[in-house]
C-alpha cells in the first residue's frame, strides 16, 4: 500500500501499517466488498487483534476530529448485513473477520467464547463434539458480529429464543478506545443496548454464549434433525397462512418452519416450506410432517436427516457484492385476517424476488421487553420481503400495507436505514434509553453506521 492513504488524514500509526489495505494493495478487490454491495474505501484496516481493534478505532476517531466528521467508518465480521453498511465509499472499513476463535470455556455449563468475526456454520461445527448448539441464523456464511448484536432468529427459535437471549457477556470496544466487558453486573447498561442495539455503541470483539446441550433422551447422543422441504401452491393465501400458524402454533417447540413464498400472478402462489424437526422422528413428528402436507396442493415433499452442524454448513463464499437486494421485514403480534390478500397483491409487484414468513413463537415471547434492546417481545412471526436493488426506490410504498401491520422491525434483517425505520425498530422506551447511552458513550457518533436517529 502507499505510505500515505490519504495526504489529508492523521500519519496512519506504525501498528496499523501491517495491517492496512488501500486501493493500491493486493488484496484490495478482496476486502472491498460484502455479500450485497462493493464499496471503494479509502483505507481497510483488517485486525487479527483486539488490540488492533482498538487501534484502529483510535485511528478513526482521530480521522473524524481532525479532518471531518462524515468520513463513512463501517465496521465487518461476516459480511452478511442486510443493512449493507459494513462497506462504504470513500472512508474506512474495520474488518475483524480474522478474530474467529471459538472456545469451549467450560462444556458441563455450556459456555462459549465466541470471536465476533467468527461465523455461524463454523461456531456449530465446532460445538458439534460438545453436543452444544447456539441456535443462530438459518445459514453458514453469516457473521457472529452483526447477528449476535441484533437478534438472531435460528432454526431452533421455537425451542431456544433469540441468539441474544443466550450471551452471558460481550466485550465491547467503545468510541473512547476503551474496551469493557460487559454482563448483568459490569456495565449493565451497555451489555443491554448491545444485545439487540446492533452497533450504536461500539464494536463487539467476543461474546461468551451459554450454548444449550441438545442430546437424544437419557442418552448422550446429538439430536439429529429432520427436514422437511415441501415445494406446494395455493389460490387461498390467506386460509394457508391462516391454517399454517395454527400448524405451528399447536406443535411441539421442537418443530420450526420457514415459508419462501412467490407468485407469477395473483391467483396462484408458491410455497416452498422448510419444516425443522429436532429430534429423533417419534409418532408426533410423523403426525406434524403429514398434516403440513394437507396445507397446500403439494408437488413435491423431501425428508431429510443431518446434524445441526451439517445443516448450517458454512460455505465460505468470498465476498463480491453478488446479492443485489433490498429487505424490509416486520414482526407480528398476530395474524390479521387480511394478510393474504396483502401479499398475493405484493408478490406480482416488479422487483419482488419473494416473501419470508417465519414461525418465532415460543421462549422470545417469555423474556421481559425491557431486559434487552430487541423492542418486540409479542412477536409470533417474522415474515421479510425480499427485492431487487435496482426498485429499492419503490420499495417502502410497495411494503406500506405490510409495515401498516407490523408490531415492530427486525434491525438486523433490514436494509432500509431512514430515521422511521430506527424508530420502529427501537420505539417508545427502548428507542429512549439507546439514545442516552448513545449520547453517553459516542457522544460523536462514530459509530453512526446502519440504523442511525
Ligand atoms: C443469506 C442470509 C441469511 C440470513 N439468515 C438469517 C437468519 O436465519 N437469522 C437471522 O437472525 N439473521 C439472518 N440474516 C441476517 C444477518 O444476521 C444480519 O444481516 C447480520 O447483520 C449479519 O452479520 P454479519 O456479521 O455477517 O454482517 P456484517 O455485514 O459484517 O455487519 C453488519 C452490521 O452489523 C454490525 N456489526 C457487525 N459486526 C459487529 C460487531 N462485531 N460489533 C457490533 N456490531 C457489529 C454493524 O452495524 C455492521 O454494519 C441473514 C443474512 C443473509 C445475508
Redesign the pocket.
Known amino acids: 500500500m502507499n505510505n500515505d492513504v490519504n495526504a489529508t488524514w492523521p500519519k496512519l500509526p506504525v501498528a496499523l501499517k501491517k495491517i492496512a489495505i488501500d486501493p493500491t494493495s493486493d488484496d484490495y478487490e478482496l476486502m472491498c466488498s460484502?455479500?450485497?454491495v462493493t464499496g471503494r474505501p479509502k483505507l481497510i484496516l483488517r485486525a487479527t487483534t483486539e488490540r488492533d481493534v482498538i487501534a484502529s478505532i483510535q485511528y478513526v476517531k482521530k480521522i473524524r476530529e481532525n479532518v471531518s466528521h462524515s468520513i463513512p467508518f463501517?465496521?465487518?465480521?461476516?459480511?452478511?448485513?442486510?443493512?449493507?453498511?459494513?462497506?462504504n465509499d470513500g472512508g474506512i472499513i474495520l474488518?475483524?473477520?480474522q478474530l474467529s476463535s471459538i472456545t469451549v470455556t467450560d462444556a458441563e455449563q455450556g459456555l462459549v467464547q465466541v470471536q465476533?468475526?467468527a461465523?455461524w456454520g463454523d461456531v456449530a461445527e465446532a460445538l458439534r463434539p460438545f453436543n452444544l448448539i447456539i441456535s443462530?441464523?438459518?445459514?453458514g456464511?453469516?457473521?457472529?458480529?452483526?447477528?449476535?448484536?441484533?437478534?438472531?432468529?435460528?432454526?431452533l427459535v421455537r425451542r431456544l429464543g433469540?441468539?441474544i437471549d443466550h450471551i452471558v457477556s460481550a466485550r465491547?470496544v467503545t468510541a473512547d478506545g476503551e474496551i469493557r466487558v460487559t454482563d448483568h453486573q459490569k456495565y449493565p447498561d451497555l451489555f443491554w443496548g448491545?444485545r439487540g442495539g446492533?452497533?450504536?455503541?461500539?464494536?463487539?470483539?467476543a461474546f461468551t454464549f451459554k450454548a444449550s446441550k441438545l442430546v437424544e433422551e437419557k442418552s448422550d447422543i446429538s439430536l439429529p434433525f429432520t427436514v422437511q422441504t415441501i415445494e406446494s401452491q395455493t389460490s387461498n393465501l390467506t386460509k394457508f397462512i391462516q391454517q399454517w400458524q395454527s400448524w405451528i402454533t399447536h406443535a411441539s417447540s421442537k418443530m420450526s418452519s420457514?415459508l419462501m413464498l412467490t407468485a407469477e400472478n395473483r391467483n396462484t402462489v408458491h410455497i416452498n416450506a422448510s419444516n425443522f424437526w429436532a429430534g429423533s422422528i417419534n409418532s408426533d413428528a410423523k403426525a406434524l410432517f403429514k398434516s403440513a402436507l394437507s396445507l397446500s396442493e403439494v408437488n413435491k415433499q423431501q425428508l431429510e436427516t443431518k446434524s445441526y452442524a451439517e445443516l448450517v454448513k458454512a460455505p465460505h463464499i468470498p465476498h463480491s457484492g453478488q446479492?443485489p437486494v433490498f429487505v424490509k421485514n416486520i414482526l407480528l403480534d398476530a395474524m390479521n385476517a387480511n394478510i393474504g390478500d396483502i401479499i398475493s397483491k405484493i408478490l406480482v409487484s416488479p422487483g419482488i424476488i419473494g416473501i419470508e414468513m417465519?414461525a418465532i413463537d415460543g421462549p422470545l415471547n417469555t423474556i421481559n421487553a425491557d431486559e434487552t434492546a430487541w423492542h418486540d417481545r409479542k412477536a409470533k412471526v417474522f415474515l421479510a420481503m425480499w427485492l431487487q436493488k435496482d426498485t429499492e426506490p419503490h420499495a417502502k410504498e410497495v411494503f406500506g400495507p405490510l409495515q401498516d401491520l407490523g408490531t415492530g422491525v427486525?434491525?438486523?434483517?433490514s436494509s432500509d436505514l431512514s430515521i422511521e425505520e430506527s424508530q420502529r425498530i427501537w420505539p417508545e422506551e427502548t428507542g429512549r434509553k439507546l439514545r442516552k447511552l448513545i449520547t453517553k458513550y459516542d457522544p460523536q457518533h462514530l459509530?453512526n453506521?446502519?440504523?442511525y436517529w
Open positions: 460484502n455479500y450485497f463501517s465496521f465487518r465480521s461476516g459480511g452478511h448485513g442486510i443493512s449493507m453498511a459494513s462497506v474488518d475483524i473477520s465476533a468475526g461465523v443462530s441464523g438459518d445459514f456464511d453469516t457473521g457472529v458480529g452483526g447477528l449476535a448484536t441484533g437478534g438472531g432468529i435460528g432454526l433469540l441468539t465491547l448491545t446492533n452497533s450504536q455503541l461500539g464494536m463487539v470483539t420457514n446479492q417465519r427486525y434491525s438486523s434483517y459509530f453506521q446502519g440504523h
